[in-house]
T-cell receptor
Framework: GNSVTQMEGPVTLSEEAFLTINCTYT??????LFWYVQYPGEGLQLLLK?????DKGSNKGFEATYRKETTSFHLEKGSVQVSDSAVYFC???????????FGAGTRLFVKA | DGGITQSPKYLFRKEGQNVTLSCEQN?????MYWYRQDPGQGLRLIYY???????QKGDIAEGYSVSREKKESFPLTVTSAQKNPTAFYLC?????????FGPGTRLTVL
């Protein structure tokens, strides 16, 4: 079946540090991959996505590359800010599917 | 502004009571979803509806019910049969491959 595994949190970083949150997936077919972000007390919102192998999604300084050979979609940011503190969810949607599969989420704390 | 609204933001229920969570969207999306979020876990799908007057069970539908009488509205009822209903509930709709979420309702059973 389809599944998403992401690194456990919390991840605690100082402002301006480099961020990596690992995400690997298992899927039949050729899924689209997503990162969603959830700020405290809110719903999720799409951060970035990639729909085919080797695509790079990017938004707000975050980026992730769809790596089919390693079935991964790691989230990176070169310099985090306090305002990036949130929970990050990796997700996949299989081709022709309607059900998005979410990982467990990784909480990020950024200290000033 | 287009979006999804959920109400109430916080809801308290006594054991044995049914409660209904509201979800309204003005995005003109056909598909709508209800998820449950528990600490340290990902989102789990309760019910989804791809079109008015039709809905399907998700992975954890037991103890929940829904209706989809209007395109804009997809209310979720948490019944007394749900053994552990305390959680954060998220409603979403989608177009294409992207989901749009409401702000959530936090339900606490007293």
């Amino acid at each position: 079946g389809n599944s998403v595994t992401q690194m456990e949190g919390p991840v605690t970083l100082s402002e301006e540090a480099f961020l990596t949150i690992n995400c690997t997936y298992t899927a039949t077919g050729y899924p689209s991959l997503f990162w969603y972000v959830q700020y405290p007390g809110e719903g999720l919102q799409l951060l970035l996505k990639a729909t085919k192998a080797d695509d790079k999604g990017s938004n707000k300084g975050f980026e992730a590359t769809y790596r089919k050979e390693t079935t991964s979609f790691h989230l990176e940011k070169g310099s985090v800010q306090v305002s990036d503190s949130a929970v990050y969810f990796c997700a996949l949607l299989n081709t022709g599917g309607f059900k998005t599969i979410f990982g467990a989420g990784t909480r990020l704390f950024v200290k000033a | 502004d287009g979006g999804i609204t959920q109400s109430p933001k916080y809801l308290f229920r006594k054991e044995g009571q049914n409660v209904t969570l509201s979800c309204e969207q003005n995005l003109n999306h056909d598909a709508m979803y209800w998820y449950r979020q528990d600490p340290g876990q990902g989102l789990r799908l309760i019910y989804y509806s791809q079109i008015v007057n039709d809905f399907q069970k998700g992975d954890i539908a037991e103890g929940y019910s829904v209706s989809r009488e209007k395109k804009e509205s997809f209310p979720l009822t948490v019944t007394s049969a749900q053994k552990n209903p305390t959680a954060f509930y998220l409603c979403a709709s989608d177009v294409g491959d992207t989901q749009y979420f409401g702000p959530g309702t936090r339900l606490t059973v007293l």
